[in-house]
C-alpha cells in the first residue's frame, strides 16, 4: 500500500540552525514526491516538488529511491519558516497522498 | 487570479443531523478534490473529480456521505447523517489536469464540528 511517514510531529530549532524534517514513503513505481506547507491562519500550499529540482524559500529536497526518501532540508532556519509541513507522494492520474505533518518552530 | 472558493468556513451540527459544503475551483480547473483532515492527520482524500465525472471515491463513506459537480464546474459535498467522527477539516482542492505534475490549489476549507 501507498503511504508516506513523517516520523516527527513536531521539530523545535534555533533560527540560524540547519533543519531536517524527514519523509519516506512506501510505493511500488515512481510516484511524484511533493512538499506541502501551511503557515498560521493560510491555506495549504505547494512548497516544492522532486521533479522540479529547485529549491524554495531556502529549502531543498532530495528523492533518494534507495532509501525510499524525500527528506526536507534548509541550512539556516528562519522565524518566518515555523508552520505545518506535509510530505506527499502522487501517481498519475490520482490525488495526493499526504503524511501526518511535522510542525516546525523556528526561535530566536 | 482568484484562489479556491469554500463556504462556509466553519459549521457546528448536532450528530444525526445533516450538512452541505460548497467548492468553487479555479477557473479552468478540470480536475476537483475534496479531502477530509482530522485533527493531528493529513489531508485524506475523499472523492475526485474529472469535469463532472467521478475519478476516485473509493475513501468515500457512501452510506452517508454524497458529492457532486454539476457542470464541472462547482462542487458540493454532504454528510447525511453526520456522525461525531465526521468533525474534521474538508479540504477542497483543484488542478488543471489529473496529470502529477500539476499541481494541486487548496482551498481555506471547512471547519465541521459534530456534537
Known amino acids: 500500500a501507498q503511504r508516506v511517514t513523517q516520523p516527527e510531529k513536531l521539530l523545535s530549532v534555533f533560527k540560524g540552525a540547519p533543519v531536517e524534517l524527514k519523509c519516506n514513503y512506501s510505493?511500488?513505481?515512481?510516484?511524484?514526491l511533493f512538499w506541502y506547507v501551511q503557515y498560521s491562519r493560510q491555506r495549504l500550499q505547494l512548497l516544492l516538488r522532486?521533479?522540479s529540482r529547485e529549491s524554495i524559500k531556502g529549502f531543498t529536497a532530495d528523492l533518494n529511491k534507495g532509501e525510499t526518501s524525500f527528506h526536507l532540508k534548509k541550512p539556516f532556519a528562519q522565524e518566518e519558516d515555523s508552520a505545518m509541513y506535509y510530505c506527499?507522494?502522487?501517481?498519475?492520474?490520482?490525488?495526493?497522498?499526504f503524511g501526518k505533518g511535522t510542525t516546525l518552530s523556528v526561535s530566536s | 487570479e482568484a484562489g479556491v472558493a469554500q463556504s462556509p468556513r466553519y459549521k457546528i451540527i448536532e450528530k444525526r443531523q445533516s450538512v452541505a459544503f460548497w467548492c468553487n475551483p479555479i477557473?479552468?480547473?478540470?480536475?476537483l478534490y475534496w479531502y477530509q483532515q482530522i485533527l493531528g492527520q493529513g489531508p485524506k482524500l475523499l472523492i475526485q473529480?474529472?469535469?463532472?465525472?467521478?475519478?476516485?471515491d473509493s475513501q468515500l463513506p457512501k452510506d452517508r456521505f454524497s458529492a457532486e459537480r454539476l457542470k464541472g464546474v462547482d462542487s458540493t459535498l454532504k454528510i447525511q447523517p453526520a456522525k461525531l467522527e465526521d468533525s474534521a477539516v474538508y479540504l477542497c482542492?483543484?488542478?488543471?489536469?489529473?496529470?502529477?505534475?500539476?499541481?494541486?490549489?487548496f482551498g481555506p476549507g471547512t471547519r465541521l464540528l459534530v456534537l
Open positions: 510505493y511500488s513505481g515512481s510516484p511524484e
Open positions: 477557473s479552468g480547473h478540470a480536475t
Open positions: 506527499a507522494l502522487r501517481q498519475a492520474g490520482t490525488a495526493l497522498i
Open positions: 473529480f474529472q469535469n463532472n465525472g467521478v475519478v476516485d
Open positions: 482542492a483543484s488542478s488543471l489536469a489529473q496529470e502529477a505534475r500539476e499541481t494541486q490549489y
Open positions: 522532486h521533479i
